[in-house]
Every structure is written in C-alpha cells, then in structure tokens.
C-alpha cells in the first residue's frame, strides 16, 4: 500500500493523520500545500484531489480521500485506535462529530485567522467573529473537560482515534490565548497524550 499525505503542515487536521500514521508506523509520504497561498484551489487541485478545496487529503493506492476523521477512521480499522465494542464505536463517532462541530470551526478557525492570516489582515467579519469564536471554543473545552473528569481517555479506557481527532486542535488553544490549565482534566489528558512513546509534535 502507497500512502500520501496532502497537507498543509501547521494544520490540526493534517497533524492528526501524521499523528495516527506514526502510532501505526505506517510509512507515507508528505506532499505541502500552501493554504494561504491559495494552493488547494487550482484546478488542477479541485479536478484531482479534492473537489471542496481543502487539506488533509489521504491517498491510498491512488484513491482519495478527504475529511481529517474519514482518513483516521480508514486508518484506524482492525488496529487498537478503534474500538472493537459496539457502542464504544458509536460513542468515538460521537466525540469526533463534536470535535467537527464545536472545536475545530472555533478554536482552529480562531488559530488561523490570528497565527497565519494576522489580525490586522483578517475582515471586519473575521474581526467581528473572532470573540464568538473563542467563546465558542472555550465552551467546548468545558464540555471535554467534564468528560475526561473521570476518566483517562476520551472512550472507553484506551486511546483511540477520538483522542487524537481532539487532540490536533484543542492542544493549540495556547496559540489564541486560551490557557488548557482553566481545564484541569483537559490539561492532565493533553500530558498522558504528549508523554506517549511514539508522540510526535504538530512541528515534527
Ligand atoms: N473538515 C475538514 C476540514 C479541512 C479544512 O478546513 N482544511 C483547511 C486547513 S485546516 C484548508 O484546507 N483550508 C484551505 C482552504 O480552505 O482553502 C477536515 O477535518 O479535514
């Protein structure tokens, strides 16, 4: 099987999928788009790899697939990163539905607009949006933090790809300003995540 990664490095999304990939020891090989640079929507981009414009793409032999938690869960089958239980498959689900839903449109789109587009550049919408955003996000991390409150990972009592769909972003939130020891269950899971043996940093 020949794997490659379209992305764009300092992505949460993208980083989840190296994240996985690296747990997995699956080799593959990385191909950079500049976002800001528009280059996820040429044509040639829109007609081959992806038709919605966007990174992380996954290809496989070939075939491609797009959306960060689609690519984790192609990944993540038959391996320890999903669950084997019924239920506990459904509740995964449920937590990188969330992750797609409340984090990822708040915190990650708070993230870009202040650490790659720069205040000064971002709209007036962008402008005006930005404190719902964190709002937003920070209501978020209160929801996870009461999750994790009792328990080591986000289901049932392993990681799995729940996990590191919620750790590509939420782990940033420092980069807007959002200090993760206001959520003390987020914080101690986000240093059992950091101190697993194969990790790797959004940076590597
Ligand atoms: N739901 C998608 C979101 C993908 C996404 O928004 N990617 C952003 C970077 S994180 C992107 O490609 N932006 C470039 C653009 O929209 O032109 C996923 O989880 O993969």
Same mark, same amino acid.
């Given at each position: 099987m020949t794997i490659r990664l379209h992305e764009y490095a300092p992505s949460g999304n993208c980083y989840k999928l190296r994240l996985l990939m690296r747990f997995?020891?699956? *080799?593959?090989? #990385?191909?950079?788009?500049?976002?800001?640079?528009g280059e996820t929507r040429t044509p040639e981009f829109l007609a081959r790899v992806n038709a919605n414009g966007r990174i992380p793409v996954l290809e496989i032999d070939g075939q491609f697939l797009p959306e960060s938690n689609a690519a984790l869960y192609y990944l993540a089958q038959n391996t320890a990163y999903w669950p084997v239980d019924r239920f506990a498959q459904a509740q995964a689900l449920q937590w990188m539905f969330?992750?797609?839903?409340?984090?990822? *449109?708040n915190l990650a789109t708070a993230r870009?607009?202040? #650490?790659? +587009?720069?205040?000064?550049?971002l709209s007036d919408l962008q402008r005006q949006q930005l404190p719902h955003k964190l709002e937003a996000g920070r209501?978020?991390?209160?929801?996870?933090?009461?999750?994790?409150?009792? #328990?080591?990972?986000?289901?049932?009592?392993?990681?799995?790809?729940?996990?590191i769909?919620?750790?590509?972003?939420?782990?940033?939130? *420092?980069? +807007?300003?959002?200090?993760?020891?206001?959520? *003390?269950? +987020?914080a101690a899971w986000g240093g059992r995540f950091a101190a697993l043996p194969a990790y790797l940093p959004i940076s590597a």
């Open positions: 997995l020891e699956l *080799p593959f090989e #990385r191909i950079g788009y500049d976002i800001l640079k969330f992750e797609q839903y409340n984090v990822e *449109p870009f607009w202040v #650490r790659y +587009v720069g205040v000064d550049a209501a978020a991390l209160k929801v996870l933090d009461q999750h994790l409150s009792a #328990r080591l990972w986000v289901v049932g009592d392993s990681l799995s790809i729940a996990d769909a919620l750790y590509g972003y939420v782990h940033c939130a *420092p980069d +807007v300003g959002v200090d993760l020891n206001d959520y *003390p269950a +987020v």
